[in-house]
C-alpha cells in the first residue's frame, strides 16, 4: 500500500497572492502540465482529491487517462487563511505575520485555521487512507502535503518545497 500526495497544478493567480481555500483557477498551461505529468506518476489503484476545483480537473484529467474513478474528501482541502483569502503577502498587516511567526503552530491572527489544526486534519485522513489495502493517488495541497511530511511541528519542518504538479509517495 502506498499513498502517493500530488499537488495540483499552476495557478492563474498573480505571484504573492495569499490563498488557501480560495476556489481559484488554473493556469492556461493546465493541459500541457497534467499531460507532461501523467507518465510520471507511479501506480494507483484509485483517486481521492481535494473538493477544491484546481484539484478535482487534475484528478479529472488523471482519471480519464487511466480508467480510475475518482473519490472527493473534503478533509484534503488547503488550509482556510481567513480574511487574508486573496490579498497580496505583502499586504497583510506586518503585526499579524509577526503574530503567525511567532506561535507557528497555533496562532490565528487571519481568522482561519491554525497550522496545528491542517495537520491533525491532514494526519487524520491520510491515516484513514492507509488502513485501504490500494495504492491510493491523493490530488492534494501544498498545506497538506508540508504537514504528511513535515517530521515535527515547528515552523522549520513545514518549510519544506512542494512543486506545482510535484509527488511525493508515502509507504508503510
Known sequence: MALTLLRHTRLDVPAGTCYGISDLALAPSFDEEASALLPTLPPFDRIVTSPLSRCRRLAKFIAEHTSCGVTQDARLTEMDFGRWEGRPWSGIPRPEIDAWAA???????????????????????????????????????AGVIKAALAADETAESHAIQIDFGGFVTLTD
Open 103 to 141: 506561535d507557528f503552530l497555533h496562532a490565528r491572527p487571519h481568522g482561519g485555521e491554525s497550522v496545528a489544526m491542517l495537520r491533525a486534519r491532514a494526519l487524520q485522513v491520510l491515516s484513514d487512507y492507509r488502513r485501504h489495502p490500494d495504492d491510493i493517488l491523493i490530488v492534494t495541497h
